[in-house]
């Protein structure tokens, strides 16, 4: 049976400017679902370890899912995949906004897009498919100046963009999508600047998607996912993820003073009262979430007038409790700009405040003043970060590659060189496992164990054990399934777990399928992306935290908050057994057996 729901993949070969399309094969689309899961493959299948990730051969791959752009709620996702320039490693960020569902009405699932261009480029993709077109007069221009003189060009599209950051091969550098949607993390900005491509266009005139039976989509949608989701998801509806910041501060796990402290000072400024009184616009939500978790903000007066983002967590923590900023005012007005050049801000923000402790030790001169709380010369460094001016030049490596140079690897905080987000595993035990297995360095969406210490699941935030290793498992697989499909993270812990995804797949493919088929795809997925890295050398070594958060400890309400390597090695332990991979992280032979790997 041909699968509905997929459509085209398009093989882009930039250097010799020609395209080769063919359908989603029905094995591929089972096995490997869509998003992560379907780009990983073909990332496996084309790299290797001696592919340079800022070469022509290292393939940029945007994939949807078969969810995305239908009626299935938090399904306005899609996936970036290739080999990180920042880790070395695995290299795939889910960008939010329209460019997902956009892609999915103009009958594509995948654009691989190889080699370089040999001058300025940007792609468009339409019904009719895909076009190279000439960038040169969009080349130096931000991400906000780029897609609002496409659109002006183009009309009704969804626009992709790097800015001067991607263009200068920043390594943390972003795609930006809808002013303030990025697939930030792992540098995919880089890698699109390498090929010279500027922008991914792409045109749609109507809404429209293929399903077996659309009708009943639609029904199970409304009558009974969405109307759970304003209640199962209420923090999120009423004050989107900034919300975090008052429980991260009072429950001591909000990383501040570059990973010193487990709260800031003050931090009630930047908490969402504060927001809401200071900055906070109206909420705003990618295509087809009932949920809008982005909070637009905008500093109506004083000196940083006129700055506008969609304000997360991450980034008040990054910006703000890392490098002690307590003015709201000021962490838009970063945001915007880190927005605008096309940054990671979680890397940003991280590598702010290493550059801070470099500059106390002596080790990092950017010919001005750096300290925490100085929002004014963070800005200045942003800029000469996204143009690799001076000591730019250095820290535009991210923290792992610029505290090698600066020989201070001692107090550099990463996992196989990706900064971790605003979760500290010193009082959030999970976040041991959720930083130092992820598939692409230390993330906090791919194993979510925040979430599962927050809640409570499986035991309190200090319990190691199996029943939480197990927890741990089951919310990475709805995490590698949910960006395989490609859905929103918030949804796929509580509103579509397994069975609903299975009903959906059902509806959607017009294959039938189980909860099982859906466990089984998620354990396959997570499965070929270690062995994508295990090819590329990682070990058990690589699983491990930086030594600096098991040496250093916090106190926070008068208790000491600490990892001991016997932790660490525990939770690493029953991991590895539950996964099926020996003692060094390798899976087994007959777990790839078991997964039709090999």
């Known amino acids: 049976m041909i699968m509905r729901g997929y459509g085209l993949i398009h093989w882009i070969d930039l250097s010799k400017r020609s395209i080769r399309s063919e359908q989603v094969p029905d094995d591929l689309a089972w096995n490997f679902i869509g998003g992560k899961g379907l780009g990983a493959r073909i990332l496996y299948d084309m790299t290797d370890e001696k592919t340079n990730p800022l070469g022509p051969e290292n393939p940029l791959i945007f994939a949807i899912g078969p969810f995305t752009g239908t009626a299935v709620p938090y399904s306005g996702k899609g996936t970036f995949v290739f080999k990180s320039p920042q880790t070395g490693i695995l290299g795939e960020s889910v960008i939010g906004g329209t460019l997902g569902a956009a892609t999915r009405w103009v009958g594509t699932t995948a654009l691989v897009i190889m080699n370089r ?31 609002e003189e496409l659109k002006r060009e183009h009309g009704r599209c969804s626009v992709a963009s790097i800015g001067p950051a991607g263009e200068n091969l920043v390594k943390f550098a972003a795609i930006g999508n809808e002013k303030w949607r990025q697939g930030g993390r792992t540098g995919g900005g880089a890698v699109m600047g390498s090929k010279k491509l500027k922008a991914i266009v792409v045109e749609y005139d109507k809404q429209e998607w293929d399903a077996h039976d659309p009708d009943g989509v639609r029904k199970y949608s409304a009558e009974e996912i969405v109307p759970r989701a304003k209640e199962e998801l209420k923090s999120y509806f009423e004050r989107g993820t900034p919300g975090t910041v008052e429980l991260a501060n009072l429950w001591g796990f909000f990383p501040s003073y570059y990973w010193s402290k487990g709260s800031v000072d003050g931090w009630e400024n930047i908490a969402w009262d504060a927001i809401k009184r200071e900055v906070f616009v109206h909420p705003r939500a990618c295509f087809g979430c009932p949920t809008p978790c982005g909070r637009y903000s905008r500093v109506r007066e004083g000196k940083y007038a006129g700055s506008e983002v969609e304000l997360e967590y991450e980034t008040i923590y990054s910006i703000g409790g890392l490098n002690a900023i307590t003015d709201i005012k000021a962490i838009v007005w970063l945001n915007d700009q880190a927005d605008r050049l096309g940054m990671d801000t979680i890397t940003l923000g991280n590598v702010f405040g290493f550059a801070i402790e470099a500059y106390k030790r002596g080790k990092l001169d950017p010919g001005f003043k750096l300290d925490y709380g100085d929002p004014e010369s963070l800005h200045r460094l942003a800029e000469m970060i996204a143009r690799r001016e001076g000591v730019g030049n250095i820290l535009a490596e991210g923290v792992a590659g610029a505290s090698k140079a600066l020989g201070l690897e001692e107090i550099a905080i990463h996992v196989k060189g990706l900064e971790p987000a605003g979760y500290d595993p010193r009082t959030l035990k999970s976040m041991i496992l959720g930083y130092g297995v992820s598939s692409r360095g230390a993330c906090h969406l791919r194993i979510t164990g925040y979430y599962a210490d927050i809640r409570g699941l499986g035991g309190d935030r200090k319990t190691i054990d199996m029943e939480k290793t197990k927890v741990l498992a089951n919310l990475e697989e709805l995490a590698a399934i949910g960006d395989s499909l490609v859905l929103c993270r918030f949804s796929t812990r509580t509103l579509i777990a397994w069975e609903q995804m299975a009903k959906y797949y059902s509806m959607i493919t017009g294959r039938n399928a189980t909860a099982d088929d859906m466990i089984k795809a998620a354990r396959r997925i997570i499965n070929l992306t270690r062995m994508y890295n295990v090819r590329l050398g990682l070990r058990r070594k690589d699983d491990r935290l930086p030594r600096r958060l098991l040496k250093e400890s916090f106190i926070h309400d008068g208790e000491e908050r600490r990892i001991t390597e016997e932790e660490q090695e525990r939770f690493l332990d029953l991991y590895y057994e539950l996964r099926g991979w020996d003692k060094e992280g390798v899976p087994k032979q007959e777990t790839l057996r078991d997964l039709n790997l090999i």
Do not use: C, F, M, Q
């Open 117 to 147: 261009a040999d001058r300025p480029t940007y792609l468009v993709l339409s019904e009719n498919g895909v076009e190279l077109r000439d960038a040169s007069h969009l080349w130096g221009k931000d991400i906000y100046e780029t897609e």
